[in-house]
Every structure is written in C-alpha cells, then in structure tokens.
C-alpha cells in the first residue's frame, strides 16, 4: 500500500483486515481525550479537494494532524482549481511542494489514477466521481464489525442510486472479498444489471421489501441528482418505492442496523425516523471516519 | 526519374491472386512489368528478398486534420505517418475547420496534399452544411473537385429525413455515404462502452445499441433509396450481423473494422487511460470476436484506421473530458498481422485484401492492382521483422496511441507512392 490508496478492488484481504484491526486502536475511548501521536511528524499531507466535502475532508486532516503530520487543505473554491488550471498544471505545481501524499477527492472518475501515473507520491482517493471512495467502505466495515462479529455471510442490503454511488462500489467490492450477501436495490435505470457481475455474491432486486427482508445491515444511498443527466425516474415517487421507513425495519433482522454515508436528504431516501432510531450507526460511521483514516495514513507513511 | 526495379520480393496481389518471388519494374511512376529476373539498365536496384511487396495500402479513414487543427495533425505529418504504416493513399475526413462542405475546400485540401503529402490524399466531403445535419452540402461540386465519398463522420445525421436525400443525391452521382453510425440521444455523456466495465469503473456508457439503431436506419434507407452505404469502424457484433443479413441480401452496403476494435476491449480500460478512449468505443470481448468473425468470414471489406490525432495536452485531462480517438496509421499492419494472421485466423492474402483491393472497392476506385500500366503504388513489408512501437518516434504530430510499446512481428519497409520510394525502415528504427 506505499503506493497509496486508490480502491478497494484490487487490494488484498489481508491489506482490508490490518487496516480495521489498527484502526480499532484509533477509535476514541470513553470520556477520554485524544493523545496526540508522534508517528508521522515533519510528514506532509496535502488534501486536494476538487469537489466539496465536509466530513471526508475534515476527518482526514484530523487524522493527520493527530498522527502528528502537517496537513494542509486545498479545496476547488478559492483556489487555481476553480480559476481554470488544468489537472496537469496543478500535478506539476503540488509536486514542486514535495509532499509525502495526497489525499484527493475529485468529480471525474479515475482523476486519482491519472495522478498517481504521473507523481511519484503516494496518492489516497477520497473519492472519485462515480467509482470508488475506499475509505469510506472501510470505516463502513469498521462500525458494521463494531456491531457484528464477522462480515462473513451477513446479508447486506445496498438501496438508493446505485450507479452513481463510488460509496456503494467500494463496499460492494470490500463485502464482496470478506463472504457477504449484497443485495442492491433502487430504479431500474440506477441499478443497471451489469452490477451484478462486479464482484461475487451481488445479486439485484427492484423490491425494496425483499432487498430489506432478513438484512443484517441497510446502507441508504443519497440521491445524487446533481450527477444524473437526465430525469432515471418519475419526480416524486421516489421515496414512495425507496425511501427507507419506519415499517421496513420490521422485515430486517431485529439487530439490523442502518447506514448512511451522509449528507442524508432526510425525506427523500430516508425518513427522519427512521436516520434519529436507535438502528441508526450514522453517527458511528462519522466517528469511524477519523479512526479508519488514522489507520490508513499510517499504513501509507508510517 | 529514374526507373525502379524491386527485385526478388514476393510479389502479392488479391486483385488476380498473384503470389510469387519476381521483379517489379517500375518507370514514369507506372508498373512496366512484373516477372523473374528483370533487368533494366540505370533502374535503381531494391532488394526485396525475403519481403513481400503488395498494392499499396489504402486506409478510408483518415484524420488529416488540415485545414483548421495543424496543431494536431497536418497533411504533410498525416501523410509521413501513413507512408511509414504501408499506406500509399488514404482517404481525408471532412470535420476540419472549415469543414470539407464545399469545392473550395476540397480544392484546397488537394493543393495542399499536391505540395506537402507524401501520399495519395482522396478528400471526403461533408453530407450536411458544416456536418450540421440539417441543410446538404455542395455534394455535386465536391465530387466533381475531386471527393470520393460522403461523411459527416463524427456528427452523425440524425434526422432520418435528411440522411434520405443526401441518399437519393449520392447515389446520383455515385458517391458512397460512409456513416458513422451512432444515436447521439443514446450516447450522450458517454465516455466509454456500456457494460459490466463502465459500472466497475464508474465511467457513463455509450450502448452498443446507439450504434446498431443508426445501422438498421441506414440499411432500411438503402434499401428504398438504393444508394451504397459503407459503414465506418463497425464495433458491435449486433451491428455487423445486420450488415452481413443486408449484404445477403444484395444490398449495396460495405464496412470496416479497425485494428483497435480487433485487438483491444472495453477490459483495457481498467487505467483510465485516454489512449484507449475512441468513438465507438471499444468494446465487449464478445463483439471483438464477432468482428474478427466477420473478417474471417468476409462481411467485413476493408480495415481502416480511423486515425484521430489529438495533442497531449487534450489527452493529458481527467478521463471524461479528453477527446475520442486514437492515431493507428502506424501501427494499423502490425496490430492486423498479430490479431489475424499470426493467430492463423486468415492467410496474408486476404489480409492484404483488407488493406487494398477491399477499400479500393468500396470506393469503386480502379486502381489497386499490380499489373502493368497501373500507378505504381506499393507496399513492401517484411512478415518476419521484430520491432517496437515507440510513439515518441512517431511521424504524427500527436501521440495518442494505445500500441506503444507493444512489439510486433511484421510491419513496413519500403512505401512506394507514384513510382518512388517516399519511405524506407531505417536501420536504427528496425
């Protein structure tokens, strides 16, 4: 992983394993205050931030600040990313300042692995367009084994916008590697059939009943209109058919738990009932958030 | 000039079947003779042993870039890049800037290619008024300038009344209407083929159902027009299934695949890589097959480069926003000989088909033959030379290549354009 981080489909069991394991050691502890670490002092990370982001960006530089590194954030507003410079030229710029990695998050898919052909620099995606967003699948397994002692054969329903989900991608492949049951859900036109040949154990269903019946574990998308070119389905039924309610927790497991990777659109895809319920880990995902990114920074510049 | 005697090659010719070891003598820019152990005084000696010497390489689809885009290409480089890859004429795409719409235009492209191409250019005209798709541009006068066919290659008409009459008009003046063949309503936004990689990599489809509509329109169009339609860079099985259905059925339709539709799929997209990044895109490992079917079994006439050069700094962007198309001139021989003939798919012969006699028909041009009294446009090569591409060294102006780097068994050695040697493999190249 020197290399960095760009997805979650092509690393390593094992990679997954270390990286939730050390990242156990990083979760806050009751009532008690952080110590600041040491680990990586006089280390630079440059967090390169094309498109907005609060809880990504934020909990990143608060992982590198409280393993001791200098961390500094660049975000497209306010910058010569917004003024017209090309990815090329800010490459040729961010590798004059010689920083020990960077952490991205851009609009275009694969902008990240563009980057990392091109500087010698470890780079950690923090999202890219509609393809993958590694870290959060991992702090998503981190809260679903704090509440579950293994992935193994936990069925896990996926429901929302699908195909423009890089959240759903990077947990479909992660799930995939530990022996979950993926089940997608969502419209037809954001849940093309192709999904489920990406990786073993995904199966499709336009039910959301039957995508909830018997889950372990519900992970609610947000619905991205600002990446659909065009109207996938008819405005106003969507969360009639995929919206998550109160009343579809029955058909869960009674310990079901439901995930968000935030901002929620409370109304939209998910009720206010059911986002504030004591199924509701949206909070634990957050705190995971830093917690999982302490681990990985490490991994990467420790 | 002086004469020129290509002496010992084998001499191969799809036209009549020809292939045999013998000379070839060539004076005033025509073939005089073809025969064993010719001898001509004062005639400048080639020595072809081992090499095969073939018609000259004709590729239908060319990006020239000239006028408007000299940064990218101009038709002196094009045509340096297309001598070094075989090819002794090829066919330039009308989207210049202007657009190739009208005779002045096509006059120009042809002065220029008269004091800068080292190849035969054959300039193809606009369907449409600035490739708009509404209004039908100077068809008659471009033809009587000099064009061989009609395009809007890239911007596809898409109101099906207008294709009709551009139809009707070409097929007047016997011109052939080459489309590319893609529903710009079900593209739109598209970076890639739509498929199980376009989800794994998060990148927009373009379905191969946006090409396979346009196809069934222009052959239902052919059929109540009767106007010859060529389809370009066929990349879907479906597509061609209809195109080899239409031509059993004694319609007037032609096609041709590329060398990057043969060789590479929608997989090798895995690196976001923007050299891999063309219209159609590349596609399944299913319609890859298909289209090598199709040439094996003889559906498909021509193989063609679609030879789009683009600058680095327009390949060097985030993935969705570099341009489509790939440069191939080069490359176009020895990426046929290794997806084709190497893998015992087809014998050379009608691989040199596809190059020359095969194109020249769909143009219903009469050259391409080796027989004497013909322009002496030739292609030697050597089936057995070991060499790496390096796109860096590559007589394009733009480098937007998906074959660097790969190394191939076979490729170019001499170009012969008009009776004269206009390219030859240096020895540090080799």
Redesign the interface.
């Known amino acids: 992983m020197r290399a960095g981080l760009l997805g979650i489909?092509h690393l390593e069991r094992a990679e997954i394993e270390a990286i939730l394991e050390r990242a156990k050691a990083f979760q806050p502890a009751q009532n008690q205050p952080f110590v600041k670490l040491d680990t990586l002092r006089g280390r630079l990370i440059v967090n390169l931030f094309f498109e907005a982001s609060t809880r990504t960006r934020t909990s990143f530089e608060i992982a590198a600040k409280r393993l001791g590194a200098d961390a500094i954030s660049i975000t497209a507003a306010g910058s010569s990313l917004s003024k017209g410079e090309?990815?090329?030229d800010t490459l040729n710029t961010l590798a004059a300042m010689r920083p020990d990695a960077i952490v991205m998050r851009?609009s275009?898919?694969?902008?990240p692995?563009?980057l990392a052909?091109h500087l010698p620099i470890p780079i950690i995606n923090a999202g890219?367009?509609?393809?993958?967003h590694p870290t959060q699948a991992l702090l998503d397994a981190r809260t679903i084994l704090d509440h579950r002692p293994t992935l193994e054969g936990l069925r896990v329903a996926i429901i929302g916008d699908i195909?423009h989900s890089?959240v759903a991608?990077s947990n479909i492949f992660l799930l995939s590697k530990f022996g979950a049951e993926i089940v997608l859900c969502g419209p037809a036109s954001l849940v093309?059939p192709?999904?489920a040949?990406?990786a073993p154990g995904v199966r499709i269903t336009y039910d959301m009943r039957e995508a909830i019946r018997g889950a372990d574990v519900i992970m609610m998308l947000r619905v991205q209109l600002e990446r659909q070119?065009e109207a996938a389905f008819p405005a106003g039924e969507y969360f009639q058919f995929y919206g998550l309610r109160l009343e579809h927790l029955e058909l869960a497991k009674p310990d079901a738990i439901v995930m968000h990777p935030g901002p929620i659109n409370r109304g939209r895809e998910i009720s206010s009932e059911v986002a504030d319920s004591q199924r509701s880990v949206i909070l634990n995902q957050v705190e995971n958030g830093v917690a999982v990114r302490m681990a990985v920074l490490e991994r990467i510049l420790g | 000039m002086p004469k020129l005697l290509i002496r010992n090659g084998r001499v191969m010719d799809p036209a009549t079947g020809f292939d045999q070891v013998a000379d070839v003598l060539i004076k005033s820019g025509l073939i005089v003779r073809i025969g064993p152990n010719l001898h001509a005084t004062g005639a400048i000696a080639f020595d072809a042993t081992g090499l095969v010497v073939a018609p000259g390489f004709i590729d239908l689809h060319t990006h020239l870039r000239e006028p408007g885009y000299e940064h990218a290409e101009t038709i002196e480089t094009g045509t340096k890049a297309a001598v070094a890859g075989g090819f002794t004429t090829v066919c330039a795409m009308p989207n210049t800037k202007p657009v190739n719409d009208d005779a002045a235009v096509t006059r120009y492209i042809l002065e220029q290619a008269e004091r800068f191409a080292l190849a035969n250019v054959l300039p193809v005209g606009a369907i449409t008024e600035n490739s708009e798709g509404e209004r039908l541009a100077a068809i008659g006068s471009m033809k009587a300038a000099g064009a061989v066919a009609i395009s809007d290659d890239g911007r596809p008409v898409m109101n099906s009344r207008v294709m009709r009459r551009a139809m009707e008009f070409a097929r007047a003046f016997d011109l052939v209407v080459i489309d590319h063949c893609e529903d710009l309503n079900l593209s739109?936004?598209g970076d890639m083929h739509e498929?199980?990689h376009?989800?794994?990599?998060?990148?927009?489809g373009i379905p191969s159902v946006a090409e396979d509509i346009m196809v069934a329109r222009d052959l239902l169009l052919v059929e109540l027009t009767g106007a010859r339609l060529h389809v370009a860079h066929v990349s879907s099985a479906r597509s061609l299934a209809m195109i080899a259905e239409a031509k059993q059925r004694g319609l007037p339709v032609t096609c041709e695949v590329t060398p990057h539709h043969i060789a590479l799929t929608d997989a090798d997209l895995a690196?976001?890589?923007s050299n891999f990044k063309m219209k159609p895109p590349l596609r399944s490992a299913a319609d890859r097959d298909a289209l090598i079917e199709g040439i094996v079994s003889g559906v498909v006439d021509a193989i063609a480069t679609d030879h789009a050069p683009h600058p680095g700094?327009e390949k060097?962007?985030?993935?969705?926003?570099c341009p489509f198309g790939v440069i191939g001139l080069e490359t176009a021989l020895g990426v046929a000989l290794k997806t084709l003939v190497h893998t015992g798919k087809i014998p050379l012969m009608r691989l040199i088909e596809l190059f020359t006699t095969g194109p020249a028909r769909v143009l219903g041009l009469s050259r391409a033959g080796l027989e004497p009294g013909a322009v002496a446009d030739l292609t030697i090569f050597d089936p057995e030379l070991i060499w790496t591409y390096d796109v860096n060294r590559s007589f394009s102006k733009s480098k937007n290549s998906p074959f660097d780097g790969w190394t191939f068994r076979g490729g170019p050695v001499a170009t012969v354009v008009k009776g004269r040697i206009v390219w030859q493999r240096s020895q540090e190249r080799g």
Do not use: C, N, W
Request: net charge negative; aromatic share 6%; glycine share 12%.
């Open positions: 489909e090309s990815l090329v851009h275009a898919s694969g902008a692995h563009f052909r890219d367009g509609t393809h993958e195909v890089r991608r093309p192709e999904l040949r990406i070119q | 739109a936004g498929g199980e376009s989800v794994r990599l998060g990148l927009r690196g976001y890589d700094s060097m962007q985030e993935f969705e926003k």
